[in-house]
């Protein structure tokens, strides 16, 4: 990974006041899809039980491949892939450490209700929670959640090594609530 950089975001703590505003967003560059699995592992050991982490992007983007590096990183059991035709994943821990709930809410249509049918609220105390397109959808179960949004660059993030950056992805990483309060994410990109 190549830097990381403030990114510019919008005043969170006007939209929602009081204990969920935002921390400062932290803008990574990720050049290849091994360094978005790095990526996850670094978050891995960030996150705890109870934490809700939303990956936002568009197909193709990374947001599996972060997820897979956050279950090597937790060592959950199973293959971590897309959840998209079942929806949700529930990975036990091989470690004695939170399972890893991996939930693909692409083809849900309306926010929490149809949510409510996966009782994430139920599983979010003892486990962490990875929701892909959660946004809309997820934001009522906690006010305190992780926000991760992966995009293609376009030259603002670019590795500074000359390497072909057709893979490099923007990854913008902001946390909600007292619980990512002072959180440095920078240090998500150190091995």
């Known amino acids: 990974m190549e830097r990381a950089v403030p990114a510019a975001a919008p005043n969170r703590a006007a939209e929602n006041p009081g204990p969920a505003a935002a921390d400062p967003a ?80 692409y083809r849900l249509g309306g926010g929490l209700d149809e949510m409510e049918d996966l009782d994430l609220d139920v599983s979010l105390p003892d486990s962490v929670i990875v929701v892909e397109w959660g946004e809309g959808k997820v934001e009522e179960l906690t006010e305190n959640r992780l926000e991760i949004t992966i995009d293609r660059t376009t030259g603002d993030l670019a590795p500074a090594d000359g390497r072909e950056h057709d893979e490099t992805r923007g990854v913008t990483v902001r946390g909600l609530g007292r619980r990512w309060a002072g959180e440095d994410f920078a240090g998500l990109t150190g091995g």
């Open 26 to 105: 932290v803008r990574l560059a990720v050049a290849s899809p091994e360094e978005m699995q790095e990526l996850g592992r670094g978050l891995a050991r960030l996150v705890r039980p109870g934490d809700l982490v939303m990956l936002s992007g568009e197909l193709g983007a990374g947001k599996t491949t972060l997820t897979r590096g956050l279950g090597e990183g937790l060592g959950v059991r199973g293959a971590v892939t897309s959840p998209t035709f079942v929806i949700a994943r529930v990975h036990p821990s091989l470690v004695d450490g939170p399972p890893l709930v991996h939930v693909d809410a």
